[in-house]
């Protein structure tokens, strides 16, 4: 059973590759930023907590995201395993998930980090646009849908994350860099940490993690 977990500071692409892991992989997307959104389009009570820290660019408290997460992770489709993004993204949050893996059967990792240049940052999403059914991601000049403001895969609408505003961005950047960056040396402790070079075109980037899954899974 495989927990692969995607690291990086938002906009490094880890939504993106994520999608074409799980299909590869035949494994499910796990996004912890893709289910507070349902929530929120749903109104639902939890939604209504999240969004008031999303907004701000702050962190959801660890209590309420590792139960959501955990609750995703008991469903059966995630049975042999899922690519997680954005989740953990503090270190209790990791130290739970440890806990949720072993009840699980599961060990958790590799855990690839996702390097990009924090400058190309606000250009990425300045440009994001995700789907509304569910989260496929789009760049305005990166990764552009056929038509415009429209998903290819689901038909659905494409609408701008409130924050990806660029004032937003810098307060996530700052919040990854003092909360979630620590998880990178966690993971190297535990001897599952992959570099992966995100600063090149998509495909690549791709290919580069469908390469260390190929060793890791040849260990
Ligand atoms: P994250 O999930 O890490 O926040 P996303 O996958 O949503 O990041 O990517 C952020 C934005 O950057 C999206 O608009 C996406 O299309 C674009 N993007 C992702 N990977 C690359 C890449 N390798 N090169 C250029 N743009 C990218
Ligand atoms: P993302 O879609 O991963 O960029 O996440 C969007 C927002 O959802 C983040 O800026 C946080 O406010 C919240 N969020 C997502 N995942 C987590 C998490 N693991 N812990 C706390 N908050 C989270």
Redesign the pocket.
Known sequence: MLYVVLL??????????AKWLSAALALPHVSS?DLFREQMQNGTELGIEAQRYIDRGELVPDQVTIGMVRDRLERSDARAGAIL??FPRTIPQADAFEVIAREMGASVGPALH?RVPIERLVD??A???VCQKSGH???LV??PPKKPEICDVDGSDLFQREDDLPETVRKRVQVYESLTAPLVEFYRARGVLQVVD?????AA?TAEILAILGQEAGR
Not at 198 to 202: N, R, T
């Open positions: 990086g500071v938002p906009g490094a692409g880890k939504g993106t590759q930023g993004d954005g996702l990425r999403m440009g994001r646009r991601v789009y760049h990166y990764n995100g600063d090149q075109p998509m980037v």
